[in-house]
């Protein structure tokens, strides 16, 4: 179960989020509502400050857009962790990440909010998003290790509570394994995730490459998937994570001149400069 929902009626929003709706394309207005994106710059892996709106260029579609806000601000950040607790996440790997998690959350301000999930076979939110961090350090304390890896489904849980707030979102996915028990098709829940503002990032542990899903999703969101050989060096990656999201600029626009309906191919350039940008690489818009 996901939030006290049965699985079907996760199923049933999938199907209503990745249903095609014909009829004439539509174009954006000038009212459109605003795309926002989370931007990495870098130039030889060092981070690139002070840039301004007019040093960004955005493309969506190919259409040249114009950047209405850019900001490399620490801005407050919603933190959303999914945790695997199957049968294979025990003893010491249990235990590190136990203190992973407290590292992770240590690091939060106090106008950042957080939420905890952990999934085997089912999927269970520990601490829903709050700004009562001392709840959600407190949310792996009495875990239950049993069962399957539902991985998809997870993510799921993680891009639907991160897109239900308008703030920034960062979602976490560690796992050390693939999945074997998700109801949900991999498909699906990367075209939720293609619908929202989050980045996600995958973290698989041990001697798996992790599972092709979680590559998906954080490229899709701009994220990236990190592996570590050890949960040892669990602490230090979440870590990692949450700084290099913090060191992202956000930049918005409302799109002109390219229809509101489907897939939007988005390039995001910094004007007569080759630094490096990690972004998403584009969005799902309309119905």
Same mark, same amino acid.
């Given at each position: 179960?996901?939030?006290? !929902? ?17 009829? /004439? ?5 000038? /009212? ?10 870098? #130039?030889?892996? =060092? ?12 493309? &969506? ?30 003893? &010491?790997?249990?235990? =590190? ?8 959350? &240590?690091?939060?301000?106090? #106008? ?6 952990? %999934? ?22 009495? +875990? #239950? ?28 996915? %560690?796992?050390?394994?693939? &999945? ?10 990367? $075209?939720? @995730?293609? /619908?929202?503002? @989050? ?12 599972? +092709?899903?979680? !590559? ?19 602490? @230090? ?8 999201? /913090? ?24 004007? $007569? ?6 972004? !998403? +690489? ?6």
């Amino acid at each position: 179960m996901i939030e006290g !929902r049965p699985l079907p009626f996760v199923l049933a929003i999938v199907a209503a989020l990745s249903t095609h709706v014909g009829g /004439r394309q539509q174009v954006f207005s000038a /009212r459109a509502e605003a795309v926002r994106v989370d931007v990495l710059v870098t #130039d030889r892996r =060092q981070l690139v400050r002070g840039l301004t709106p007019k040093d960004f260029e955005v493309f &969506d579609n190919g259409v040249p857009q114009t950047v209405d806000f850019a900001t490399f601000e620490h801005l407050p950040v919603n933190v959303i962790v999914a945790f695997d607790m199957s049968g294979s996440v025990s003893g &010491d790997r249990l235990g =590190q990440l136990q203190s992973a998690s407290r590292m992770l959350l &240590d690091r939060l301000k106090s #106008d950042d909010r957080a939420a905890v999930l952990s %999934f085997n076979h089912v999927v269970t939110v520990r601490a829903p998003l709050t700004a009562d961090l001392a709840r959600a350090r407190s949310a792996l304390d009495h +875990p #239950d290790i049993q069962g399957e890896t539902a991985l998809v489904d997870a993510s799921f849980s993680a891009m639907m509570i991160a897109s239900g707030d308008p703030g920034r979102s960062l979602v976490i996915v %560690f796992s050390d394994g693939v &999945d074997t028990a998700s109801w949900l098709t991999p498909d699906a829940v990367i $075209d939720t @995730a293609k /619908r929202s503002d @989050a980045v996600a990032y995958g973290v698989a542990a041990g001697t798996t490459t992790g599972d +092709p899903f979680l !590559r998906r999703l954080s490229e899709q969101t701009g994220g990236s998937l990190l592996r570590i050989q050890s949960t040892k060096d669990l602490g @230090a990656t979440f870590v990692r994570i949450l700084d290099e999201f /913090r060191d992202r600029y956000v930049i918005s626009y409302s799109p002109r001149g390219v229809t509101a309906g489907g897939w939007h191919r988005l390039e995001v350039r910094v004007k $007569d400069r080759r630094f490096e940008i990690k972004a !998403r +690489p584009g969005y799902l818009s309309g119905p």
